[in-house]
Nanobody, 116 residues
Framework: QVQLVESGGGLVQPGGSLRLSCAAS????????MGWYRQVPGKQREWVAT???????FYVGSVKGRFTISRDNARNTVILQMNSLKPEDTDVYYC??????????WGQGTKVTVSE
C-alpha cells in the first residue's frame, strides 16, 4: 500500500520559516519525481516545486529563492524548506509522487498558516 505522509505544517509569522517533510512508503522511491502542491478550499491546486529522480529541481516563480526542495533516497523522504514566508503562502500543502507517466500518488496534506 502506497503512503505519503506529510508533517511540519503549522502557524508561523510573516518572514518566518517552516520545514515540511513527506515520508513515502510502498513505492520504489528513488525512481519517482517528488513534488509539493498547495491548495486552499475552492481554488485549484497549485504546483509549488518538484525534485526529479536525478535531483534536478524546479519551482514556481512565486517561491523561487525562498523555498528549497530536497530528497533523501535512503530515508524515502522529501523536504520542502520554506523561508521568508508570506501570508499568501497560507495553504494546505500536499506531497506528490509521480513515475512513468501513470503512477501518481498524493499525501493527505499539511496545513501552513502565515499570519501575525
Amino acid at each position: 500500500q502506497v503512503q505519503l505522509v506529510e508533517s511540519g505544517g503549522g502557524l508561523v509569522q510573516p518572514g518566518g520559516s517552516l520545514r515540511l517533510s513527506c515520508a513515502a512508503s510502498g513505492i520504489r522511491f528513488s525512481i519517482y519525481a517528488m513534488g509539493w502542491y498547495r491548495q486552499v478550499p475552492g481554488k485549484q491546486r497549485e504546483w509549488v516545486a518538484t525534485i526529479a529522480d536525478d535531483f534536478r529541481t524546479f519551482y514556481v516563480g512565486s517561491v523561487k529563492g525562498r523555498f528549497t526542495i530536497s530528497r533523501d533516497n535512503a530515508r524515502n523522504t522529501v523536504i520542502l524548506q520554506m523561508n521568508s514566508l508570506k501570508p499568501e503562502d497560507t495553504d494546505v500543502y500536499y506531497c506528490h509522487a509521480a513515475a512513468g507517466g501513470t503512477q501518481t500518488h498524493w499525501g493527505q496534506g499539511t496545513k501552513v498558516t502565515v499570519s501575525e
